[in-house]
C-alpha cells in the first residue's frame, strides 16, 4: 500500500469513485469541479491510496498551524471492495506517523458520522478515543443533519503494527 498526492489525471477517476453511493454516503456533494478546486486550495493535502498501483481509495488531511492549536485533522474512504481487509487503518497508520514524526503534530483529529460504525472500529485500532458527539453536525445526503464523534490521537497512543510497505506522503 502506498500513499500519493492527488493528480489532476486522477481527478476523472477519484470523481468516480466518490459517485459510488456506499461512499457518497459519507462524502456527499464531492465532485469534479470540488476535486480540481482542491487541487489549488493550499488548506489540505489529498492523497490517493493505491495497492498494487491501482486506486483503492482517499485519505486527505488538513493542518491547524497556529502554533498555540496546532494539530492535523484527517478524512479517509476505501472502495467498498477493499474495505475489511485492514488496509484503511494501514493507510491511518501511516499518514499518523508522517503527521507526527514528519509534520511535527502532536495530535490528530477526525469526525466520523456517529452511525458510521465501521470507520470508528478502524479509528479505535489506531488509537483515537473518543471525545464527544457533535450533534447535527454534517449534512447528509437526504438534506437532514447527522450526529458526528469527534476523535482524537496524540502521537504517544499510536497503536504500531508494522503496515505493509508503507510510503510515506510528501507534502
Not at 481509495?57 to 497556529?66: A, H, K, L, R, S
Request: charge should be negative; proline fraction near 6%; hydrophobic fraction near 40%.
Amino acid at each position: 500500500m502506498t500513499l500519493r498526492p492527488v493528480t489532476v489525471d486522477d481527478v476523472p477517476v477519484l470523481a468516480g469513485f466518490f459517485a459510488i453511493p456506499e461512499v457518497a454516503e459519507w462524502w456527499p456533494g464531492e465532485n469534479e469541479e470540488r476535486l480540481r478546486a482542491a487541487l489549488e486550495d493550499d488548506d489540505g493535502v489529498g492523497l490517493v491510496v493505491e495497492v498494487d498501483g491501482g486506486m483503492i481509495g482517499y485519505i486527505q488531511y488538513f493542518e491547524e498551524t497556529d502554533p498555540d492549536y496546532r494539530h492535523a485533522t484527517i478524512d479517509i474512504t476505501l472502495h467498498p471492495d477493499w474495505c475489511n481487509r485492514g488496509l484503511g487503518t494501514d493507510a491511518l497508520r501511516t499518514l499518523a506517523r508522517h503527521l507526527f514524526d514528519d509534520r511535527g503534530h502532536h495530535r490528530i483529529t477526525l469526525d466520523p458520522a456517529v452511525i458510521n460504525v465501521r470507520a470508528i472500529a478502524s479509528y479505535r485500532k489506531v488509537g483515537f478515543r473518543d471525545v464527544g458527539v457533535m450533534r447535527r453536525y454534517e449534512r447528509a445526503n437526504d438534506g437532514t443533519w447527522r450526529d458526528s464523534l469527534l476523535m482524537d490521537l496524540l502521537a504517544e497512543e499510536l497503536i504500531s503494527s508494522p503496515p505493509a510497505s508503507p510510503t510515506r506522503p510528501s507534502s
